[in-house]
């Protein structure tokens, strides 16, 4: 069973990963981009309180920023915020992706 669910994460494009399950998706994320569930949930409240209600919407902003953050983390798997370093960077990602609009 844990093998089909690996399977599955590695084998679908962002559009059907966003339609995941909840567990599924974090896993996704944790796998993909190395945040520890405490992470993907500040982000994902993050984006819910900023008005991206829409769990479809959310998911693939989360997705999105996960990506830009990813870019300045080359040559680590896992992403590093530090301490007090999250908020900031979702912040630098909304004020360089102005044409992010609900």
Known sequence: ???DK???????????VV??????????CEKQFGINKGIYNTID???????????IQRRKIMIE???F???SNEGSRKLKFG???LV??????????SRLTL
């Open 45 to 55: 409240s993050w984006f819910y309180k900023n008005g991206y209600v829409d769990i």
């Open 1 to 3: 069973m844990k093998e």
């Open 65 to 67: 920023f996960l990506q």
């Open 83 to 85: 301490h007090g370093g």
């Open 19 to 28: 339609h995941f399950t909840d567990l599924l998706f974090v896993d996704y």
């Open 6 to 16: 690996v399977h599955m994460m590695n084998n679908n494009s962002e559009e059907q």
């Open 88 to 97: 900031p960077k979702l912040d630098d990602f909304m004020r360089e992706n």
């Open 69 to 71: 953050a990813s870019g």
